[in-house]
C-alpha cells in the first residue's frame, strides 16, 4: 500500500505556488492543482513501484485525493510511469480521511499488505488519525519494529497529520491563532 501525496507524487510546486501567492491550503485550489497533472514524481518510488510488481506483489495507492479526483489522479499516475493505475487500485477519499476502512477492503478481497509507505503516520496506523502530536509521538516509540521494516516513512516537512496535532481544534482556529500555536511549538535557533 501506498500513499499518494508526497509519497508517489510531488506537489512541492503547488507547495511553491502557495507560497509566491501567499495562500493557504483550499480545497478549490488543489482540484485546480490536481486537474491540472503536474505533479511529479517522488525519486525512486516507479522503481519500487516495479520492482514490487516484478517480485510479484500489487501495488493500491489509498490517497485522500477525494475520491471526485480519482480520473485526472490516474492520468497524472500514467504521466510519471506509475504502474497497477486504474480504478480498483487507486483508492481515493469518500466518507473519511481514515484509511483504515479501505486498507480493509483491500484485504476483504483476500490480499495480505505487507507493507505500507507514506508521509503522513496517519498513512500506516488509524489509531493516530486526529490525535495530539503527544499521542503520534509516543505511538512511533511503542510501534518502532514497525517502522523501517512494514511501514516506510517518506518524511515530509510540508503539511501533515502534525499540523493539527498541534492543539486540540487546530482547525477551527483562525489564520492569526493558527501562526500563534505553530509559534509555540517551534523551537528555533537562538542565533549565538
Ligand atoms: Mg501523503
Same mark, same amino acid.
Given at each position: ?17 502557495? &507560497? ?11 482540484? =485546480?492543482? +490536481? !486537474?491540472?497533472? %503536474?505533479? @511529479? ?10 520492482? &514490487? ?11 485522500? =485525493?477525494? +475520491? !471526485?479526483?480519482? %480520473?485526472? @489522479? ?119
Amino acid at each position: 500500500m501506498l500513499d499518494l501525496d508526497e509519497t508517489v507524487l510531488d506537489n512541492s510546486a503547488f507547495a511553491a505556488w502557495q &507560497a509566491v501567492n501567499h495562500k493557504l491550503y483550499s480545497p478549490k485550489d488543489w482540484a =485546480r492543482w +490536481v !486537474n491540472a497533472k %503536474q505533479a @511529479t514524481e517522488i525519486p525512486g518510488s516507479v522503481d519500487f513501484i516495479k520492482t &514490487a510488481k516484478e517480485l510479484g506483489f500489487e501495488v493500491f495507492y489509498v490517497s485522500n =485525493r477525494n +475520491v !471526485n479526483l480519482t %480520473q485526472p @489522479t490516474i492520468e497524472n499516475l500514467k504521466n510519471i510511469g506509475a504502474l497497477f493505475v486504474d480504478e480498483e487500485h487507486v483508492l481515493g477519499k469518500t466518507t473519511t480521511s481514515n484509511k483504515a476502512p479501505r486498507l480493509k477492503s483491500i484485504e476483504d478481497k483476500g490480499y495480505t499488505i505487507v507493507l505500507l509507505g507514506g508521509d503522513n503516520l496517519d498513512d500506516f496506523d488509524s489509531v493516530v488519525h486526529h490525535k495530539l502530536n503527544i499521542e503520534r509521538r509516543n505511538h512511533v516509540e511503542n510501534m518502532k519494529d514497525d517502522y523501517g521494516t512494514k511501514f516506510i516513512v517518506l518524511p515530509n516537512p510540508e503539511y501533515g497529520g502534525f499540523d493539527s496535532g498541534i492543539v486540540d481544534g487546530y482547525y477551527q482556529l483562525s489564520t492569526s491563532e493558527k501562526i500563534e500555536v505553530r509559534k509555540k511549538v517551534i523551537k528555533p535557533w537562538d542565533g549565538k
